[in-house]
């Protein structure tokens, strides 16, 4: 079984950076996705990057392209996300998840992932 733990959360002034990371144990995950979503009380969760765990291609969400940049090292097992310029408005839990399954789901949906970690908190603070 896949597990998946994140880190790296904490507390960070408007236009500052932070570095979150997503350590994966049970399998490699050759052709498969991994990627990032962001939940806010009150919103739906919110995706906000994914990557190609053997080709390492990227996706972004519009509201982080250009801040945020996801990455994966293939022989630890973790993926990343290099957070700058953060904004009020990026506060919440932030969430790796691995898409196990071949599907045809968009790798922006939510759906398409079968494992999650537990989430890590980041707080933008003014």
């Known amino acids: 079984q896949v597990q998946l733990v994140e880190s790296g959360g904490g507390l960070v002034q408007v236009g500052g950076s932070l570095r979150l990371s997503c350590a994966a144990s049970?399998?490699?995950?050759?052709?498969?996705?991994m990627g990032w979503f962001r939940q806010t009380p009150g919103k739906e969760r919110e995706f906000l990057a994914a990557?190609?765990?053997?080709?390492?291609?990227?996706s972004y969400a519009n509201s982080v392209k250009g801040r945020f940049t996801i990455s994966r090292d293939m022989a630890k097992n973790t993926v990343s996300l290099q957070m700058t310029s953060l904004k009020p408005e990026d506060t919440g839990v932030y969430y790796c998840?691995?898409?196990?399954?071949?599907?045809?789901?968009?790798?922006?949906?939510?759906?398409?992932?079968?494992?999650w970690g537990q989430g890590t908190q980041v707080t933008v603070s003014s």
């Open positions: 998840a691995a898409a196990l399954r071949p599907t045809t789901l968009s790798i922006s949906n939510d759906r398409k992932y079968d494992a």
């Open positions: 049970g399998r490699s995950f050759s052709s498969y996705f």
């Open positions: 990557i190609t765990w053997s080709g390492g291609g990227t």
